[in-house]
């Protein structure tokens, strides 16, 4: 049986100069994140714009691309869909906010919402639904942003704390 | 502004609250707008098969007075903006409006086009797909039924007054009625939804903050500031009865309180007494 203890590489403690670097590399990332929520934030609001003007931007879908897409779906479906995917994101939101789970980004509720657009404008009834899907997209992702924003900044502060006790124990010693 | 507990609590949920009650109101509103119409488009198929079947005999006598007659009187009737008959070729036949009769329809106009649109027209349209809805040229909102009248037996056998068998479509009768009272009672229902939605949203925000803050924030401002201060080693008489979580939080600061006061004596003590020791020798 071999008494091999683990590789020297893997026993040696990181330097406080790598330790640093790492904690660095941590906030990067961490407002990094804080970005991309805004990103998505933007992302929403460029598609309600397009959205509000019926998607005018666009070229009108042909006949042919009509018939492949096949029949859209019946208006109140959607708007049940829409109505359930709302509550439930805001739901699960607080219950992360609750129990303090890190955030995903808001590009896939930027997805979804965008998809209940198209669904609207295919069925004919954008114009009626819009204010549902830009009010219901406005408050799963600012709710959303908003938890991102505040787990997000608020690992920075601790994090930042962590380099300034480095800082000054490197201090310490030196002096 | 999202750094004290009160806004990092109550804004985000009350902003969340109110977007998502917004967007089912507006949902709402959007269900109960096209029951609404669909009742209305309902109102005026049943018009138009009325107005068909009081007609029929008159067709079957070709008698054109009564037929005229008909036609004027139900276009006097209120909210009823136009009604005409015209044949098979778009020719209008009989109208409330004398000026319409002997004129043709413009088939690729609102309301013809959903038959008319292929090269083939179409024989037969569901209910929904019969109106159509748009502005008159004295600029009411109205709502407008094309309802086929279609060849029977009796048309065709009659001596006196006969269309061939293999003629399908006779005619078509078109009836528009105003939205006026619709577009009201969309208005005020609009009205009231805003409303109820508003006192919603104020007692539910409302209540949550203020049980937040009478519960929460004042007990947990209170503790703060009595930390903040270190005024005393017992906390103000004026101090919320609390029970629960704060109340033991309220207990530990107290405890803790003491401990230290308790201990910051021990230390003077002890200083006091070596420095009297020293004094000594």
């Known amino acids: 049986m071999s008494q091999a203890g683990p590789h020297p590489e893997v026993q040696q403690i990181p330097g406080r100069e790598d330790l640093r670097q790492r904690i660095e590399a941590r906030i990067r990332r961490m407002e990094r994140a804080s970005g991309y929520g805004l990103w998505s934030m933007v992302l929403f609001l460029l598609v309600s714009l397009a959205a509000f003007d019926g998607f005018s931007i666009f070229p009108d879908l042909s006949e042919d691309v009509r018939k492949f897409l096949g029949a859209p779906p019946p208006g109140q479906m959607i708007s049940l869909a829409l109505v359930v995917y709302a509550f439930s994101s805001i739901v699960r939101t607080l219950a992360r906010m609750s129990r303090n789970i890190q955030p995903y980004m808001g590009l896939m509720h930027a997805a979804f919402f965008t ?23 406005i408050s799963v992702m600012g709710l959303e942003n908003y938890y991102l924003w505040s787990h997000s900044s608020e690992a920075v502060r601790k994090e930042r704390a962590l380099l300034e006790t480095m800082r000054r124990n490197g201090d310490g010693e030196r002096g | 502004m999202f750094s004290s507990i009160n806004s990092r609590a109550i804004v985000p949920v009350a902003c969340a609250v109110t977007g998502f009650v917004i967007a089912c109101c507006v949902l709402l509103y959007t269900f109960v707008k096209d029951d609404l119409v669909k009742g209305e488009i309902q109102h005026a198929v049943d018009l138009s098969d009325t107005v068909i079947k009081s007609t029929r005999y008159a067709m079957l006598k070709d008698d054109r007075d009564t037929l005229s007659n ?13 009604v005409r008959i015209f044949n098979k070729k778009g020719l209008i036949m009989f109208s409330r409006d004398a000026r319409e009769v002997d004129q043709f329809i413009d088939k690729s106009a609102a309301g013809c086009n959903e ?9 037969s349209l569901g209910t929904m797909a019969k109106a159509r809805q748009f502005t008159n040229a004295e600029g009411h909102d109205v709502l407008a039924i094309t309802a086929p009248i279609y060849n029977e037996p009796e048309c065709s056998n009659v001596a006196c007054h006969f269309h061939e068998a293999r003629q399908s479509l006779l005619g078509t009768l078109d009836i528009g009625v105003s939205q006026a009272p619709l577009k009201q009672t969309l208005g005020q229902l609009q009205n009231r939804m805003i409303m109820f939605s508003g006192m919603v949203l104020v007692l539910t925000v409302g209540a949550v903050c203020a049980l937040l803050y009478s519960q929460v924030f004042l007990p947990i401002k209170k503790l703060v500031d009595f930390t903040e201060a270190s005024r005393g080693d017992i906390l103000d008489d004026d101090f919320p009865e609390m029970s629960g979580d704060m109340a033991r939080l309220a207990d530990a600061f107290q405890k803790m309180t003491c401990r230290v006061r308790e201990l910051e004596r021990r230390d003077q003590a002890k200083g006091s007494k070596s420095s009297s020791r020293e004094s000594l020798l």
């Not at chain 2, 038959?115 to 024989?123: D, L, M, P, Y």
């Open chain 2, 115 to 123: 038959c008319h649109a292929g090269t083939v027209a179409k024989r």
């Open chain 2, 70 to 82: 008909i036609i004027s009187s139900i276009g006097e009737q209120n909210q009823v903006e136009h």
């Open chain 1, 115 to 137: 998809a209940f657009y198209s669904f609207y404008y295919l069925s004919g009834i954008l114009q009626d639904n819009f204010w549902a899907v830009f009010f219901a997209g």
